[in-house]
Structure formats: structure tokens, C-alpha cells
Nanobody, 122 residues
């Protein structure tokens, strides 16, 4: 069993900052890609940022230059530093990871966190 648990969401004024964290736990053998997605009310879930084991990052155009994704492999944790937040960043943010579990080492499976709310409003 694998769990991804997000933290760090909340409410902030435009121009403010938040840092999201997502810790993976359970019977983990290896973690490959880790990333963040978000879903605003009435919209589809969309990619925010990803980071692979080689250090390559991908960002949505809407957050490029404002958000930074990083990870601590020793802690199986991925972070999202969000600066210069805008009202349009308001959404539920979901953590994602491609994980191989110890009992099935020939299978890579995608896992999602439960989501954390980020609200940007004056």
C-alpha cells in the first residue's frame, strides 16, 4: 500500500507565497516521476509541474517563472514553491508519483494524493 499525503495549502492574498509538500509512504521500492496537478471548480485537472529522477522539470506556461518544483529523494517528498500567486491559481492541488512497490518490482504505477486547497483572494 502506498500513500501520498499533501500539506501546505491554505488561503493567501494575491502576490503571496505558499509551499506545498507531498510525502510518499508505504511499501515503496522506487519512485520515478513526481509532480503536481491542479483542478479549479468547473475545470479539468491540469498539469502544474513535474520532476523526474534525472532532475528534468516541466512547468505549465501559466506558472513558469513563479512556481518551483523540487524533491528530497531521501524523504520520498516533493515540494512546490509557489510565488507571486494570482487568483487564477486558486484550485485543489494534487500530488502525483510514478512508484514501484516492493511486491511488484516489474510494474510502475501512478499514485495520487488526496488534494490540498489553495485559495488566492484579496
Amino acid at each position: 500500500q502506498v500513500q501520498l499525503v499533501e500539506s501546505g495549502g491554505g488561503s493567501v492574498q494575491p502576490g503571496g507565497s505558499l509551499r506545498l509538500s507531498c510525502a510518499a509512504s508505504g511499501s515503496i521500492f522506487r519512485i520515478y516521476l513526481m509532480g503536481w496537478y491542479r483542478q479549479a471548480p468547473g475545470k479539468q485537472r491540469e498539469l502544474v509541474a513535474t520532476l523526474n529522477t534525472g532532475g528534468t522539470t516541466t512547468y505549465a506556461d501559466a506558472v513558469e517563472g513563479r512556481f518551483t518544483i523540487s524533491r528530497d529523494n531521501a524523504k520520498d517528498t516533493v515540494y512546490l514553491q509557489m510565488n507571486s500567486l494570482k487568483p487564477e491559481d486558486t484550485a485543489v492541488y494534487y500530488c502525483y508519483a510514478d512508484i514501484v512497490i516492493r511486491t511488484m518490482q516489474d510494474l510502475v504505477r501512478g499514485y495520487w494524493g488526496q488534494g490540498t486547497q489553495v485559495t488566492v483572494s484579496s
